[in-house]
């Protein structure tokens, strides 16, 4: 399943621990990962997965990997 439609469900909680993330330097967010409460660890994979994209984009990394092209 796309990831858009898995986020769905979750996104009001994804929306506000995303921006709480974002505002912290990059080498601060997995201290602020491991330190969320337990009514937010369920979404915490997500984040992370999130935050290593942004992180990429950040970095310029995102340029490394290509999309497939049919």
């Known amino acids: 399943m796309p990831?858009?439609?898995?986020?769905?469900?979750?996104w009001s909680v994804?929306?506000?621990l995303l921006d709480q993330a974002l505002d912290l330097?990059?080498?601060?967010?997995e201290r602020w990962?491991?330190?969320?409460?337990?009514?937010?660890?369920a979404?915490?994979?997500t984040l992370r997965q999130l935050l290593d994209v942004q992180c990429g984009?950040?970095?310029g990394r995102y340029l490394e990997r290509l999309p497939k092209v049919a």
């Open 14 to 16: 994804l929306d506000r």
């Open 25 to 29: 330097a990059p080498e601060a967010r």
């Open 57 to 59: 984009i950040e970095s």
């Open 3 to 10: 990831l858009l439609p898995r986020l769905m469900p979750q």
């Open 43 to 45: 979404v915490r994979a």
């Open 33 to 41: 990962l491991e330190s969320l409460v337990a009514e937010d660890l």
